[in-house]
């Protein structure tokens, strides 16, 4: 049975409508990621579960309960901000006890759970300080803390480590995975940085405009993205597009602009390819095989137009025809700026969409 389900959920604030017939069903334990960009409605989705946002239609169950009308407090749900949230007047350990005095728990019963709270986090060494005494790293410690102390089913998290720098992000990221694996508690995780995504997520649900564009493990929407916007908006640098033409469907024969002609040898498709339906084949920027290549392996020919050198591996960016590709390399040696280059790219790697419709085939 799901854990937590959205069922037909629509959200519309005023005319516009933000959400529209959106299920989703998590598993329990499970930790999920909700990634897309700006203002495709990850915010508004989470909300929908905390109960801090009315939808409009559709319903949201949290184990067997239906609590699409539940108040937030009663859904057995915690949830953590980017902002922290945290009351400026009250130190560590009453920020973290502030929710259980209010609903009248014995006082023993709260210092118990504050305690354990302090303990996982290990933020022992601040009880006594204010927010305004803490690193943000900390102060969003202590908020996590004060969904820990709740004891809830679900954690609901929305973009707790924007606020960050990068070092802090990847220590508290790896705090979050071990919090996961210890308590096993469902988690629900929004972000657009694809780092965490990828890190953190059992599934992750791809977003575009309101509507999950593929609900499956990092691993699969990484490498077999569903349609063209996945492929695209998953990855750094992007997966690189070719153009191409069908030229024959039994063999997944394909002609490029540039005339020539070639098998997709090993690419696993389930729809029938048409004669003549144009498609891109997407390459991750990893992917090509620069030098002696593998029996299979379809040759492009470039020219390099910018050699990058971020440290352990370099980017070289280069000319296919009209197209810009980027090919990573381990070694960055021997590499200049307008010398051709060939590449290599081995079918069962690519992805291959239609250019119309975008779904992969
Ligand atoms: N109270 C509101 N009134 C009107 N429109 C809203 C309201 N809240 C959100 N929206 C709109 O709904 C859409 C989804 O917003 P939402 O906050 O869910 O996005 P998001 O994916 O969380 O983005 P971000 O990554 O920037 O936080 C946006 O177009 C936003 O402008
Ligand atoms: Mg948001």
């Known amino acids: 049975m799901a854990v937590v389900q959205a069922k037909n959920v629509s959200v519309a604030f005023g005319a516009v409508t933000v959400i529209e017939a959106l299920n989703l069903d998590i598993a329990e334990g499970e930790f999920i990621v909700l990634l897309g960009a700006s203002g495709c409605g990850k915010s508004t989705l989470l909300n929908c579960i905390a109960g801090?946002?009315?939808?409009?239609?559709?319903?949201?169950?949290?184990?067997?309960?239906?609590?699409?009308?539940?108040?937030?407090?009663?859904?057995?749900?915690?949830?953590?901000?980017?902002?922290?949230?945290?009351?400026?007047?009250?130190?560590?350990?009453?920020?973290?006890?502030?929710?259980?005095?209010?609903?009248?728990?014995?006082?023993?019963?709260?210092?118990?759970?504050?305690?354990?709270?302090v303990e996982i986090l290990q933020i022992g060494a601040l009880l006594d300080r204010r927010p305004s005494e803490l690193s943000g790293g900390q102060r969003q410690r202590v908020a996590i803390g004060r969904a820990l102390v709740r004891d809830v089913d679900v954690f609901l998290f929305d973009e707790p480590l924007s606020n960050l720098d990068a070092k802090l992000r990847t220590e508290l990221r790896v705090e979050i995975k071990k919090l996961h694996q210890d308590l096993g508690s469902t988690m629900i995780y929004v972000t657009h940085d694809q780092i965490e995504a990828m890190t953190l997520a059992d599934r992750i649900a791809v977003m575009n405009k309101g509507v999950i564009q593929q609900f499956a493990a990092p691993k699969d929407v990484y490498m077999r993205p569903a349609n063209r916007f996945v492929a695209g908006f998953v990855g750094s640098p992007s997966m690189n597009f070719l153009k191409a033409k069908v030229a024959d469907g039994a063999s997944l024969e394909v002609a490029t602009p540039d005339g020539r002609r070639f098998p997709l040898q090993g690419y696993a498709t389930a729809a029938p390819w048409r004669v003549g339906q144009e498609i891109e084949i997407g390459i991750r920027p990893e992917h090509w095989v620069v030098g002696t290549a593998p029996s299979g392996a379809v040759p492009v020919e470039a020219t390099i137009t910018v050699v990058e050198h971020t440290g352990p591996e370099a980017l070289l960016w280069a000319r296919v025809g009209d197209t810009t590709i980027s090919v990573k390399v381990a070694d960055d040696s021997g590499y200049e700026e307008g010398q051709a280059l060939r590449v290599h790219f081995l079918p069962a790697q690519a992805s291959v969409f239609d250019l119309a419709t975008g779904e992969r085939l």
């Open 52 to 117: 801090l946002q009315e939808i409009a239609e559709g319903e949201i169950w949290i184990g067997a309960d239906n609590v699409t009308w539940a108040e937030p407090k009663d859904r057995g749900v915690g949830m953590v901000f980017q902002s922290y949230a945290l009351y400026p007047r009250m130190t560590v350990r009453e920020n973290l006890s502030f929710g259980l005095r209010m609903s009248k728990m014995p006082k023993a019963e709260i210092e118990a759970r504050v305690k354990r709270a």
